[in-house]
């Protein structure tokens, strides 16, 4: 099956960014535990709500006004988006080759990542995010100028998002390296783990669309 070549991206980094976190833990919070901030409270130490009014605003008089709700804009008109004006059979060709030639690429991509994440070496880790982030950035670029034809275009706008979750989980990891790790950086690193959860899902949704895709021979 064409998806068993790609490497499953999210689900990888989803592991480093756990191996992190345990990690972390570890190193800086022998107990294992996170300290909460105290939710704010009143005087006589009930928590506080902010009411509907929070963003009101006082006139002149004293009273309390409301910003008028500003007139809806018209919907712009839709715009069909574009398609391989050849023949789908090779467009198709061209999508799967694409694929299969990117999974070496892809995995040493996460082999890199998850050494650096594993060793706690933020040089690495932003290292391996920054030369993922270029992959992604040329994927894009071919996939903007290949585009599909209607029998796989779920399949194509699937491989697109994947590639955006991707880039942002790289993203997160290259702000945890900013944090100086330790119990500091759990804020960064529990955005990356996030981050790389959401590329492993929609990984599992490219998957599914290129099951279900059909294109003519």
């Known amino acids: 099956m064409p998806q068993t070549r790609w490497l499953l991206v999210g689900a990888v980094m989803a592991v480093a960014a756990v191996a992190l976190l345990v990690a972390t833990l570890g190193r800086g919070n022998p107990a294992g535990e996170i300290a909460q901030s105290p939710r704010p409270s009143t005087a006589d130490g009930r928590p ?40 789908p059979r090779l467009a198709w060709a061209a999508f799967l080759a694409r694929l299969n030639e990117d999974r070496s690429t892809v995995e040493g991509l996460n082999a890199a990542l998850t050494t650096a994440a ?9 290292a391996a995010s920054v030369a993922i982030l270029d992959f992604v ?5 071919w996939l903007r100028e290949h585009p599909p034809a209607d029998c796989y275009a779920a399949a194509h706008g699937a491989v697109a998002a ?37 590329a492993r899902a929609a990984f599992e949704t490219f998957v599914t669309a290129l099951e279900g895709t059909t294109c003519p021979t």
């Open 137 to 141: 950035d040329v994927e894009r670029d």
């Open 48 to 87: 506080t709500v902010l009411s509907a009014t929070a963003t009101a605003s006082l006139d002149p008089t004293g009273t309390v006004s409301s910003d008028p709700s500003p007139t809806p804009a018209a919907p712009a008109p839709s715009k069909a988006p574009p398609r391989a004006s050849g023949p």
């Open 118 to 126: 594993e060793a706690q070496d933020p040089d690495a880790v932003k």
């Open 162 to 198: 994947m590639l955006d979750a991707y880039g942002t989980a790289a993203d997160r990891f290259i702000d945890w390296t900013t944090t100086g790790g330790g119990l500091g950086g759990l804020p960064a690193l529990g955005d990356a783990v996030a981050a790389a959860d959401t």
